[in-house]
Nanobody, 119 residues
């Protein structure tokens, strides 16, 4: 069992920045997983925001491209999401996800951290 613990959410004004962090309890699982951040806004389905694979390649949804940066530290088994130029539509609960490669292990999820962008 792998535990993912998010931190860094909170209230921020439009145009502001926040940095989310997620710590994994297993370095072994972490190091062969694609790590991702998802979010779920009120009344909407959960959506993928950004991913970073074990080699460091990243992908983003179009709406956050150029504003958000995902990064990972394989030594510390952490993944971060730097969010800049935040907009009200970024308000959501953000979830950390670990997707182990190979297809034999389940995905792991954190419990989520709330990000509220409001003036």
């Amino acid at each position: 069992q792998v535990q993912l613990v998010e931190s860094g959410g909170g209230l921020v004004q439009p145009g502001g920045s926040l940095r989310l962090s997620c710590a994994a309890s297993s370095k072994i699982i972490f190091n062969f997983s694609t790590m991702g951040w998802y979010r779920q806004a009120p009344g909407k389905q959960r959506e993928l925001v950004a991913t970073v694979d074990s080699g460091g390649s990243t992908n983003y949804i179009e709406s956050v491209e150029g504003r958000f940066t995902i990064s990972r530290d394989n030594v510390k088994a952490t993944v971060a999401l730097q969010m800049n130029s935040l907009k009200s539509e970024d308000t959501a609960v953000y979830y950390c996800n670990a997707h182990p490669s190979g297809g034999k292990l389940m995905d792991y999820w954190g419990k989520g951290t709330l990000v509220t962008v409001s003036s």
